[in-house]
């Protein structure tokens, strides 16, 4: 079945550790996602690729960082977890720019 | 970026319409409007689409008015499967990092 596939389910970090989450769509969308989900805020957006090659900042990018090797994978790495990055994640990807997000299940992260 | 405005949650009877509004003051010219709904432990899925005026498709209505400060999304005669949390999402087309969600709407059907 097409679509987002995101690794791990869930984690839990000790703070200080660094962590990469997995994400990769077979869907050959262009665009690329990263979302971070906590209770009452919504989701917010860290990371962006609008193509393979390139990455933007979205607006909570800070202690994260991304890369875009292929159109694929789109993982995000957490350098120095610290507890107030304890989220669901979210990858998503579409096809343009302006088309509608297709979203992976999460990744629930604890850090302690 | 759009600063954007849902209710918290709202309650519904099975059988009856729900309009949910999203209020988007600051929108600007390149922003679209996106809805999506959300199930515990799943992520977000696409329910519709719309920049101007009404868009309608197989399982919602997209109203949005002329000065498009503002959108509702109709679901009509829900069903208990529909109880999610539905978020407002307003994107720039030219700039895919320009993109504001709504802290989403709780929305209860009831039998």
């Known amino acids: 079945i097409a679509g987002i596939t995101q690794a791990p389910t869930s984690q839990i970090l000790a703070a200080g550790r660094r962590m990469t989450l997995r994400c990769t769509q077979d869907?050959?969308?262009?665009?690329m996602y990263w979302y971070r989900q906590d209770l009452g805020l919504g989701l917010r957006l860290i990371h962006y690729?609008?193509?393979?090659?390139?990455?933007g900042k979205g607006e909570v990018p800070d202690g994260y960082s991304v890369s875009r090797a292929n159109t694929d994978d789109f993982p995000l790495t957490l350098a120095s977890a610290v507890p107030s990055q304890t989220s669901v994640y979210f990858c998503?990807?579409?096809?343009?720019?302006?088309?509608?997000?297709?979203f992976g299940n999460g990744t629930r992260l604890t850090v302690t | 970026l759009a600063k954007i405005t849902q209710p918290i949650s709202m309650d519904s009877y099975e059988g009856q319409e729900v309009n949910i509004t999203c209020s988007h003051n600051?929108?600007?010219?390149?922003?679209?409007i996106t809805w999506y709904q959300q199930f515990p432990s799943q992520g977000p899925r696409f329910i519709i689409q719309?920049?101007?005026t009404k868009v309608t498709n197989e399982v919602a209505s997209l109203f949005i008015p002329a000065d498009r400060k503002s959108s509702t999304l109709s679901l009509p005669r829900v069903s208990l499967s529909d109880t999610a949390v539905y978020y407002c999402?307003?994107?720039?087309?030219?700039?895919?990092?320009?993109?504001?969600f709504g802290d989403g709407t709780t929305l209860t059907v009831k039998p």
């Open positions: 999402l307003v994107a720039r087309n030219t700039n895919a990092g320009k993109s504001t």
């Open positions: 690729s609008n193509t393979a090659g390139t990455t």
């Open positions: 869907m050959r969308h262009n665009a």
């Open positions: 719309g920049y101007k």
């Open positions: 600051n929108i600007a010219t390149n922003d679209y």
């Open positions: 998503a990807s579409s096809r343009d720019r302006d088309s509608p997000l297709h």
